[in-house]
Structure formats: structure tokens, C-alpha cells
């Protein structure tokens, strides 16, 4: 895997150290992050993605020692150092290195890293089951930010239902209603109308998830916003993920029905790559 990291001023090769045994992003997990794409010689909504990793910092306590603008120009340094059309992930980063339970602000460190790391491809497909694991309330983590410490509940939800043979799962909130996938954000289409779960502070509502959003309305499609259960899932007419990682791609079965990839995922795919390769 090909990839560059940015950190105190000089790019690095390769996996370079960042924190210690000292450090309080180590024990204490003060750190959060972003994650844009570039690919097909595009990067779309990379400057939403470097104003959401700065707006996450502040929510951790931490102080961006960038601007949104600085890292958005230091990405698009790091995408020139791969080939033109590689499949690539922008992950920046910032951290603490002092602090006593909560962070220090002004130890506060940035890194950017730029890697190969290829699209899944949408003909594969993915299956999902229900998760025993939900996503916790605003009172109970830090979901206002895109942060590390949010991330062990999701990889032992998908662990988990990888386990039962699933390649993903749907996580509920705490009053029970769908949140997302444990990767991405998820919809549904019944009867030529997309549903997605409103967005109420239990989990991070994309980027990507936005764009698609608007893109469907603005092509006269009804997408509404609402409180969904999972039975209304296992009866959808189509599934689909919508997340950075992946941006759209067909969920193909859910517990042991079966679904095929359909219309409008077919449509929110196509818009979202029309609006890619216009940026």
C-alpha cells in the first residue's frame, strides 16, 4: 500500500510513528479524524470533509492548529504524490499529546495521511443483519464529532455479525429506530419513495449522506427524513449504504431475504458520480 503522511511540517513515506506511551491521544483516545476519497481524478466535497475534521477537534476540546483551507491544499499535495486515477484515502487527523483526562488544547498535533486503498465495487453487493449493539446517545459519547474512541463499538458490532455471516449489520439507537450500518449510513425505497434515518445526534450523519440527499431531491425524487424500525427494513423494496468509504453501493440481503439492486439506488449512484466528475 502506497502511502504518504504529512506531520510537523515534512511528508514521510510509508507508516511513520506519531504518538507514545505518554501521549494522551495514546491512553486517552483524544483524537478524531476524517475521511474523504479521491478517485477517477476527482476528490468531491473535500473541503466539507476538512471543515468537519477542524469542527470535530473543537468538539473534542482540542485546537486545530490548520485551517480547514490549509488541509484541504495539503490533500490535494498529498493526491499528487499518487497516480492520477488511483483510489485513495484522505484521512486527517488531530490529536493531544498532554493532558489530564481531558485534553491539553494547546498540545494539540495535526497529521494527513494519503493512501491507496481501493472502492468496493458495487456488484458484489453486501448482506447486513441486526446488531445486539446500538450507538449511544449525546449524553453518553461524543457523537458531535468524528471521533477514534466512537470506532470499538462499531468494530465489535460488524466483528460480531461477520461472525453469523453477514458483512455488515444494522445498528439501532437507544429508543430502538434504525441509526446506520456499522460502516455507513443507510436507505431504504419503498413504493418510489427513499427513506433514511433522521439525523438525531445518536450517529454521524455524512457527508456524502447529505450530498445524495439533495442530489435525489434536486432530480425530483421524495426523500424523506423520519424515525425508521428495522421491520420496516426487512420489507423495504431496496437497500442501499451511502458513506465516504464506499459512497453507494446496493445492500443485497438482509437477515435471509434477498434483494436485487433497484432503480433508485441505480439513480442515487449515477447522480453521485455525475456530481463527482463536475467538481
Same mark, same amino acid.
Not at 486545530?64 to 490549509?70: C, H, I, K, N, Q
Not at 492520477?84 to 491539553?104: Q, V
Not at 425524487?221 to 465516504?244: H, M, Q
Given at each position: 500500500?502506497?502511502?504518504?503522511?504529512?506531520?510537523?511540517?515534512?511528508?514521510?513515506?510509508?507508516?511513520?510513528?506519531?504518538?507514545?506511551?505518554?501521549?494522551?491521544?495514546?491512553?486517552?483516545s483524544s483524537?478524531? /479524524?476524517?475521511?474523504?476519497?479521491?478517485f477517477?481524478?476527482?476528490?468531491?466535497d473535500l #473541503?466539507?470533509?476538512?471543515?468537519?475534521?477542524?469542527?470535530? &477537534?473543537?468538539?473534542?476540546?482540542?485546537?486545530?492548529?490548520?485551517s480547514?483551507?490549509?488541509?484541504?491544499?495539503?490533500?490535494?499535495?498529498?493526491?499528487?504524490?499518487h497516480?492520477?486515477? %488511483?483510489?485513495?484515502?484522505?484521512?486527517?487527523? /488531530?490529536f &493531544?499529546?498532554?493532558?489530564?483526562?481531558?485534553?491539553?488544547p494547546?498540545?494539540?498535533? /495535526?497529521?494527513?495521511?494519503?493512501?491507496?486503498?481501493?472502492m468496493?465495487?458495487?456488484? %458484489?453487493?453486501?448482506?447486513?443483519?441486526?446488531?445486539?449493539?446500538?450507538?449511544?446517545?449525546?449524553?453518553?459519547?461524543?457523537? #458531535?464529532?468524528?471521533a477514534?474512541?466512537?470506532?470499538?463499538?462499531?468494530?465489535?458490532?460488524?466483528?460480531?455479525?461477520?461472525?453469523?455471516? /453477514?458483512?455488515?449489520?444494522?445498528?439501532? #439507537?437507544p429508543?430502538?429506530?434504525? &441509526?446506520?450500518?456499522?460502516?455507513?449510513?443507510?436507505?431504504?425505497?419503498?413504493?418510489?419513495?427513499?427513506?433514511?434515518?433522521?439525523?438525531?445526534?445518536?450517529?454521524?450523519?455524512?457527508?456524502?449522506?447529505?450530498?445524495?440527499?439533495?442530489?435525489?431531491?434536486?432530480a425530483g425524487?421524495d426523500?424523506?427524513?423520519?424515525?425508521i424500525?428495522?421491520?420496516?427494513?426487512?420489507? %423495504?423494496?431496496e437497500?442501499?449504504?451511502?458513506?465516504?468509504?464506499g459512497?453507494?453501493?446496493?445492500?443485497?440481503?438482509?437477515?435471509?431475504?434477498?434483494?436485487?439492486?433497484?432503480?433508485?439506488?441505480?439513480? %442515487?449512484?449515477?447522480?453521485?458520480?455525475?456530481? &463527482?466528475?463536475?467538481?
Amino acid at each position: 500500500m502506497k502511502a504518504f503522511t504529512y506531520i510537523d511540517g515534512t511528508w514521510h513515506e510509508g507508516n511513520p510513528p506519531l504518538l507514545g506511551p505518554m501521549s494522551h491521544a495514546t491512553w486517552l483516545s483524544s483524537i478524531i /479524524f476524517d475521511g474523504a476519497r479521491a478517485f477517477e481524478g476527482v476528490s468531491p466535497d473535500l #473541503d466539507r470533509h476538512c471543515e468537519r475534521a477542524v469542527n470535530s &477537534a473543537r468538539s473534542m476540546g482540542l485546537r486545530p492548529v490548520v485551517s480547514a483551507g490549509e488541509i484541504e491544499e495539503l490533500a490535494r499535495e498529498g493526491i499528487r504524490k499518487h497516480a492520477k486515477n %488511483a483510489e485513495l484515502y484522505i484521512r486527517p487527523m /488531530f490529536f &493531544a499529546e498532554s493532558g489530564w483526562i481531558y485534553p491539553d488544547p494547546d498540545s494539540t498535533r /495535526f497529521s494527513l495521511s494519503v493512501y491507496e486503498s481501493p472502492m468496493p465495487k458495487p456488484t %458484489a453487493g453486501c448482506s447486513v443483519g441486526l446488531s445486539p449493539y446500538r450507538r449511544p446517545a449525546p449524553d453518553q459519547a461524543p457523537t #458531535d464529532a468524528k471521533a477514534s474512541c466512537l470506532y470499538p463499538n462499531s468494530g465489535r458490532a460488524l466483528r460480531e455479525a461477520e461472525q453469523r455471516g /453477514f458483512e455488515n449489520c444494522v445498528m439501532l #439507537d437507544p429508543l430502538g429506530y434504525v &441509526a446506520e450500518l456499522a460502516t455507513a449510513n443507510v436507505m431504504m425505497a419503498k413504493d418510489g419513495v427513499v427513506h433514511t434515518p433522521a439525523a438525531n445526534g445518536t450517529f454521524l450523519a455524512g457527508i456524502t449522506r447529505r450530498r445524495v440527499i439533495q442530489l435525489l431531491r434536486d432530480a425530483g425524487k421524495d426523500v424523506r427524513e423520519r424515525s425508521i424500525t428495522y421491520e420496516e427494513l426487512l420489507g %423495504a423494496d431496496e437497500l442501499f449504504s451511502v458513506g465516504n468509504y464506499g459512497k453507494v453501493l446496493p445492500i443485497t440481503r438482509i437477515e435471509q431475504r434477498h434483494l436485487q439492486p433497484g432503480p433508485l439506488y441505480a439513480r %442515487a449512484r449515477e447522480l453521485y458520480w455525475d456530481f &463527482a466528475h463536475s467538481t
